[in-house]
């Protein structure tokens, strides 16, 4: 990509947010997954390689999975958020491969919560209520 | 029909609460009689605030109540979810929860605020253009094109932001000297030789949140006029310097970073500079000696870095938690960030949760945001219920805040008027079973082997400091022992080079302060009241308990444990190397340890 100016960086901003945006990310279902140190340790990268088999037997290529930092629930690690458009969007937590196809089947497929592995987001996000105001 | 609303029940393996199945099944029943079937009932991991369990909350309205009982169901499922009213009698009642700290708009019952770590866990930290959605790179833009130097720092003043590696200096007044000093070349340098046992906040927020560090450092550049920066890391640290390096790149491909940034006559480039993991390298006059290839030992001060730093150039060098705030105070305003936290200390802080705390993690709160909520409302209070002894904070440097203190709100002044202080950030929860004593020899323990040996206060002071807890671990301490430690700690304090040495004796002194009976005990009685110290143990079996199941003599890895099967067994105290194994596997409470 090109050296940035000014408005060229205001521009990209601008298309970015629409494609980023946590709330309703143009329809589209999202797997974050904690990947810091924490994370990996506990098997964020096998939780990872379970969401994309599990995601590729429902013929979901249009699931977007991804990684991010450390989400500070080390006590239940690993942890993956997911995003699905018309749900609220929930962390669940202790995400092992059996959890991962649960998540799959249950929350992404079937469109309901799964009991006994949901934590609670850690705070508000101040760059959407910034978007808010 | 796929359900629309969602009523979460705190159902913690760890903490269940009272009640909380009874409440899940009466608000499914609920549910059902009012033939909602858009409404899920679920049950959760634990969702903090035990203290104020059971609690429930709705989502997507995000509604919380607390102190839930079984009968409450009826309620809260007709007159909340169905009309559509909430049931105020028990809301989770946020204005006394946050009657320490200033939030700005605290329309929220979370106990966290997050400021640092606000794109942790949200975006993906390889990706410069999720960064850049999250108005990455705004402040940058800003400070370039709209802002002078002295705007800047005017900012950074009214924000009243201070340093987050430790000392808590004014950040504004540590740019605004180096920013002042007359010279060709400066240099900014960020600190992230994070090593206190415990603590991972800079690593965590260096993980997850690369480019904030690459702005910030980028924005000083501009603001006191230098066109390099060192990101000066430990190498222990391999994801943190490969998300470093990836955002480096990426930047540098966008023109954030290196020749003309943005289009600008500006230009600033970063270096990362690898630590061998030297504890005294996180002090700056160690760290620059390290940098600049020598041997990592403290030089006196004056001069500060600000004025002779890397290269004998003026250096601005600042903590990685410090910098993650600097593009929020630029895009938001420094009196946005000045309405959070208390007076004296404003903004957040992280802290690395561990110890004897059931949710152990990477915590923001407001400055001002008590132990008690802390410790009980985040971290879900201790496992297994055990009582709550202390409070490390600090690492190495810090000390320990024993019970009565856990209505203290933290910030900079409350925590040092105790004894301890602010420190980078790691919490170390202590509880009835810690040794106090144990706790402070393993601290000192840490700074002796960490001295870098340059100075005579802290590397004479700390081993002679160590021999005498040593002495009173092991049953051999004298009364005059306590007199010892605190004048060779407070000549420490006085005489030591640098603040590893300085501050060394604190855990000694702080648990002297509070907990000088269990020193007393180890040394007048020869126990340790926590049964921790190896020396004043001794294990035994109760001959009324034990029914001769043989299998602490099979776990026993010194075979010291004698009887025959369905007869009492008895341990040989010459051979027992007080393990504890026989403790752990006993399941009839027939080891008791004296």
């Given amino acids: 990509m090109a050296a940035l100016t000014r408005e060229s960086l205001k521009k990209l901003r601008d298309s970015l947010k629409k494609d980023f945006n946590r709330i309703n990310s143009a329809g589209k279902t999202k797997v974050v997954i904690g990947m810091g140190t924490c994370g990996l340790a506990a098997g964020a990268k096998e939780t990872e390689e379970a969401f994309l088999e599990a995601l590729a037997k429902e013929q979901r290529k249009d699931v977007v999975v991804s990684g991010t930092g450390c989400m500070g629930l080390c006590f239940a690690e690993p942890t993956v958020e997911v995003i699905v458009p018309g749900m609220p969007s929930v962390v669940y937590g202790n995400v092992d491969r059996e959890m991962a196809e649960r998540i799959v089947r249950k929350h992404i497929q079937g469109k309901i919560l799964v009991n006994d592995h949901i934590y609670d987001k850690p705070s508000v996000d101040i760059i959407e209520e910034l978007e808010g105001n | ?594």
């Fill in chain 2, 1 to 594: 029909m796929n359900p629309e609303k969602f009523i979460l029940v705190c159902n913690g393996a760890e903490c269940r609460n009272p009640g909380a199945e009874e409440i899940y099944n009466n608000l499914r029943h609920e549910c059902s009689i009012h033939n909602a079937d858009d409404v899920q009932v679920i049950r959760t991991g634990c969702l903090g605030f035990c203290a104020h369990g059971p609690v429930v909350k709705t989502l997507p309205d995000e509604t919380l109540y607390a102190g839930v009982t079984p009968e409450d169901a009826a309620e809260i499922v007709e007159n909340h979810i169905i009309n559509g009213k909430k049931v105020e009698r028990l809301l989770y009642n946020k204005n006394e929860s946050k009657q320490n700290v200033k939030v700005d708009n605290a329309d929220f019952y979370q106990k966290q605020f997050r400021i640092v770590l606000r794109n942790c866990g949200i975006i993906d930290p390889e990706n410069i253009e999720e960064y850049i959605a999250r108005d990455g790179y705004a402040a940058l833009e800003k400070v370039v094109f709209d802002m002078n130097p002295d705007d800047i720092i005017a900012e950074l003043k009214s924000a009243g932001l201070r340093g987050r590696g430790g000392a808590g200096f004014p950040t504004w007044m540590k740019w605004n000297f180096t920013k002042q000093v007359e010279s060709d070349e400066k240099f900014v340098v960020c600190n992230a030789d994070e090593g206190d046992p415990g603590a991972y906040m800079d690593r965590g927020t260096l993980e997850g949140d690369p480019h904030s560090i690459l702005e910030a450092m980028t924005i000083a550049g501009y603001c006191i006029g230098a066109k390099k920066g060192y990101i000066y890391i430990r190498a222990e640290y391999p994801l943190a310097i490969e998300r470093l390096q990836k955002g480096m790149e990426d930047s540098r491909a966008l023109g954030l970073l290196g020749d003309n940034i943005l289009g600008s006559d500006f230009s600033f480039d970063i270096e990362i500079r690898l630590g061998a993991g030297a504890f005294v390298c996180g002090e700056e006059t160690a760290l620059i000696a390290s940098i600049e290839g020598e041997r990592g030992m403290p030089k006196p001060r004056p001069p500060f870095p600000s004025v002779k730093g890397v290269w004998g150039k003026p250096t601005l060098i600042n903590n990685v938690e410090t910098w993650a705030n600097i593009p929020v105070i630029i895009t938001r305003g420094g009196e946005w960030f000045s309405k959070i936290g208390t007076e004296d200390s404003r903004g957040t802080k992280v802290f690395a949760l561990t110890g004897k705390i059931r949710n152990s993690g990477l915590v923001e709160v407001p400055m001002g945001t008590t132990l008690r909520e802390i410790v009980y409302d985040i971290g879900g209070g201790i496992p297994g219920d055990k009582a709550f002894k202390a409070v490390q904070t600090g690492g190495p440097s810090g000390g320990v805040i024993p019970a009565e203190y856990l209505d203290t709100p933290i910030d900079y002044i409350h925590l040092k008027e105790l004894g301890s202080i602010m420190g980078s950030g790691g919490m170390i929860i202590m509880d009835e079973d810690d040794c106090m004593v144990d706790v402070a020899k393993f601290y000192l323990g840490f700074s002796v082997d960490e001295s870098c040996g340059k100075c005579s206060p802290c590397r004479i002071g700390g081993r002679t400091l160590y021999n005498i807890l040593e002495k009173i671990t092991t049953g051999n301490g004298e009364l005059e022992d306590i007199e010892k430690l605190k004048t060779i700690g407070k000549a420490m304090q006085t005489a030591s080079l640098c603040g590893l040495g300085q501050t060394a004796p604190n855990p000694i002194l702080s648990t002297l302060k509070y907990f000088e009976d269990e020193y007393l005990a180890h040394i007048k009685n020869h126990r340790c009241p926590s049964k921790k110290c190896k020396e004043l143990i001794s294990f035994h079996i109760l001959a009324d308990k034990c029914v001769g199941c043989t299998i602490c003599a099979k776990n026993c890895p010194v075979n010291v444990i004698d009887g025959a099967v369905r007869e009492v067994h008895t341990i040989d105290q010459s051979g027992c190397i007080k393990c504890g194994k026989c403790f752990e596997v006993c399941k009839f409470n027939a080891v008791f340890i004296k």
